[in-house]
């Protein structure tokens, strides 16, 4: 069974930092893209950052220079570095696994961690 299970929400003021983390199992963790994204009330679950099998990176306009997401294959983990915060990155943070071989895709969701920047 898969389990995704993130930590690291909380709430901070504008300008601080927080690091989310991603605990993975029951999943072959390597050959896995791994993510984040967010949903803020009423509005859609957007993405905020991903990386590759192979380490590469990808981020959402708003959040670049800002976040960092970092993975560590031999812990079966992804984080998250959010630094310089704001009151519009307020939303539940959802780790995501996602891997397409042969023509099959499979994709994971972790059960959501709230952020919440006040002003």
């Known amino acids: 069974q898969v389990q995704l299970v993130e930590s690291g929400g909380g709430l901070v003021q504008a300008g601080g930092s927080l690091r989310l983390s991603c605990a993975a199992s029951?999943?072959?963790?390597?050959?896995?893209?791994m993510g984040w994204y967010r949903q803020a009330p009423e509005k859609e679950r957007e993405l905020v950052a991903t990386?590759?099998?192979?380490?590469?990176?990808n981020y959402a306009d708003s959040v670049k220079g800002r976040f960092t997401i970092s993975r560590d294959n031999a812990k079966n983990t992804v984080a998250l570095q959010m630094t310089n915060l704001k009151p519009d990155d307020t939303a539940v943070y959802y780790c995501?696994?996602?891997?397409?071989?042969?023509?099959?895709?499979?994709?994971?969701w972790g059960q959501g961690t709230q952020v919440t920047v006040s002003s």
């Open positions: 995501n696994a996602d891997r397409k071989l042969w023509r099959i895709t499979n994709t994971y």
């Open positions: 990386i590759s099998s192979d380490g590469s990176t």
């Open positions: 029951g999943l072959a963790f390597g050959t896995y893209a």
